[in-house]
């Protein structure tokens, strides 16, 4: 793809777009059709080596020498340019991830709102002063890591970028960003775009690439101080055994089986749309997507009959065409959800959704697929399928639905659905995971709203003020004055 504003094949290092050292490039594919979409670079070791050595002189120069004021404001000159860009930029993701145009046009929208909010946040995070004993003056200092690296995934390149590279710049870092080889064309155009806001060279640097070339040698960097992941639970394992060597601080995001718990009190109409959209936005490849679903007995074929009919009425088809669901992101990620469903058994398939007519035959389309009878250590309960297929599971009470929501090893987020004010705080107490939604899923996604996980959904929060924290570090300064 040739485009008038970056060059899709080139790295962002040092403010300047470049070829990879290696000359070599790889060939990016559109999901919904199988057909090439661009080529892009296969950064390696020396290419990585360049962007942080840009980074490191990025913070000994224009970048590290502005204010924190100085530096919200060009975040929220990124963010009003990303605005700017919307359509181009949704007609980019969308193309590139497959994902239906409405769901990538709110990508864009909140990466340019994780900017604004973290340009607003810079001047107004702050170290404090400790009363301590006679004649000493004490105080902290926030203060940047220094160079921090990013490896992002390809289900949500442009939210996944907004929170983590937006929160590194807010805190001052300098940052390297390797975006996923299967998705990286929102990546590059927002590098054009920080740039074009005035980011200064060097505090924004992308290499793409592959996880074992690129990613590898980002993550194993001596020259880092940072790493923030997201991504599968065996390479988020890579890259904190690479942080540890290093002793570097690590943030990792890896995914989940996240349950929805739904009791014989529950406003059904009003879960409904969340019981099914949670777990097929973006085709289910979400880390926070709902593949579980667990509901009281009472109510049990009840929310089976809403939820199957609902399922019958969704169409899947290719990005543009802007339906509830596009294709998955790959062969490879097709072949891994239909063997779960081949491992399964049909008869506990309650429904599934309709193909659209006519789908170009290289797109990798799959029907959303919705089980019920599946018992809690079932495959189809416990592994993140990152695919669109949730399954029912019956419980009896509170106690039996807590022991089921909080036996996977993962523990992202959760959602209550109950009228029962006491049964809310209990749940919300007991459940092992890092957000509980009550009588809605996701909230909305806000920004403003602390995101990680439990177990092996990783550790450290992104998003929200506590983003800051986890972007900086704090720096005691003991005065004896007399
Ligand atoms: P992955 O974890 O391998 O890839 C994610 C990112 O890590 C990519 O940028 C990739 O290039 C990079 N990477 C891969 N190997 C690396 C290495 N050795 N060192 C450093 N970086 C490396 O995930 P995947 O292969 O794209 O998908 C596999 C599974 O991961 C999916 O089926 C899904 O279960 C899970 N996944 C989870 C999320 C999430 O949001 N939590 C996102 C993508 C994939």
Known sequence: M???????????????????????????????????LSR????????????????????????????????????????????????HLAALEAADVGKPLKQARADAIALARYLEFYGGACDKIHGETIPYLDGYTVYTLREPHGVTGHIVPWNYPMQIIGRSVGAALAMGNATVLKPAEEACLTALAFGAIATEAGLPAGALNIVPGLGAEAGAALSNHTGIHHISFTGS?????????????????????????????????????????FLVNAGIQNAGQTCSAS????????????????????????????AEADLDIGPLISARQKEIVEGF???????????????????????HYFAPTLYGGISPDDPLAQAEIFGPVQAIIPFDDEADALKIANGTVYGLVASIWTRDGARQMRMAKKLKVGQVF?????????????????????????????????????????????
């Open 341 to 363: 469903v081949a491992a399964a058994k049909p008869e506990n398939i309650l429904a599934q959704a309709q193909l659209a007519e006519g789908l170009p035959e290289g797109g």
């Open 438 to 482: 009550i009588n809605n899923y996701g909230a909305g996604g806000g920004v403003e709203l602390p995101f990680g996980g439990v177990g092996k959904s990783g550790h450290g929060r992104e998003k929200g003020f506590e983003a800051l924290y986890g972007f900086s570090t704090l720096k005691t300064v003991a005065a004896h004055h007399g």
């Open 291 to 318: 593949s579980r679903i667990l509901v009281q007995r009472g109510v049990y074929d009840k929310v089976c009959a809403m939820m199957a009919a609902r399922y019958k009425e969704l169409v899947v088809g290719p």
């Open 40 to 87: 892009i670079a296969r950064g390696q070791k020396a290419d990585v080596d360049a962007a942080v050595k840009a980074a490191e002189a990025a913070l000994n120069g224009e970048w590290g020498a502005m204010t924190a004021v100085e530096r919200g404001r060009v975040l929220q000159r990124m963010s009003a340019a990303v605005l700017e860009k919307v359509d």
């Open 2 to 36: 040739s485009d008038t504003w970056f060059d899709a094949s080139k790295c962002l290092i040092g403010g300047k777009w470049v070829s990879p050292l290696g000359g070599e490039t790889l060939r990016l594919e559109n999901p919904s059709t199988g057909e090439e």
């Open 233 to 273: 639970v065996a390479t988020g394992e890579l890259i904190q055994a690479a942080a540890a060597r290093n002793v570097i601080p690590v943030t990792l995001e890896l995914g989940g089986k996240s349950p929805q718990i739904v009791f014989d009190d529950a406003d059904l109409e009003a879960a409904l749309p």
